[in-house]
């Protein structure tokens, strides 16, 4: 009898989670990352605009050969 | 039981902190038709800077761009002027759509656009013009 009540407690406990989990969950899903959409206009900015400038870019200069003695 | 609660609680937490974690990274942004949206803009932006620089051209606060003085366009360009603004304002309105379908959120492509507006706004060069929250154009 006394661990029918238990059970029914955490039935109860269980519920109240899976309610909890569910609305925070739909709260992450209408979140709007702001920061990380403003960092990703910025790059395709960057690239948009720096393309006119783009072909004086220097090439990253080619590893030095290793081999020294 | 209780063992059965405990794995099932912590499961629901786990999901909770994925949730939490995918909405903290970066977003998406390789994608083909991104490279490609991108490629387009930025070799169709060459022959946008004249009019940007002159005035002709002006960057709106929709994340976009509108002819707003048609006379700094001799004649014979304007319609070719006209033509790579449409175009131009076709590619924006395309990569917010792509960026927020590559997320996997099509909804967030309103926000994903003001995003944008904003930040072409900020990024505009001294001497061209944008359109202010009144729908102005300011010379920055």
Known sequence: MKEMLLNK??????????????????????YFPAAAAEKAADRIIDDIYDAKEGAAKPAAPAPAPAEKK | MNRIFRQLLAALLLTLF??????????QLNTPSIETLKKSMRERH?????????GAVG???EGGMALRDANAVPLPQRAA??????????DRSSLYKEIAVANGKPEWEGE???TFAQRWIERAQPGWYVQNAQNQWVKK
Do not use: D, H, W, Y
């Open chain 2, 59 to 61: 960057l709106t606060r």
């Open chain 2, 46 to 54: 060459a022959q946008l800077k004249p009019f940007l620089e002159n």
């Open chain 2, 112 to 114: 994903i656009r003001n």
């Open chain 1, 9 to 30: 407690l955490n039935l109860n406990a269980l519920l109240l989670a899976t309610a909890l989990t569910a609305s925070a969950c739909v709260t992450i899903n209408i």
């Open chain 2, 81 to 90: 002027a006209n033509s790579l603004v449409a175009a131009e304002n076709a």
């Open chain 2, 18 to 27: 994925a949730g939490l974690a995918q909405a903290q990274a970066n977003l």
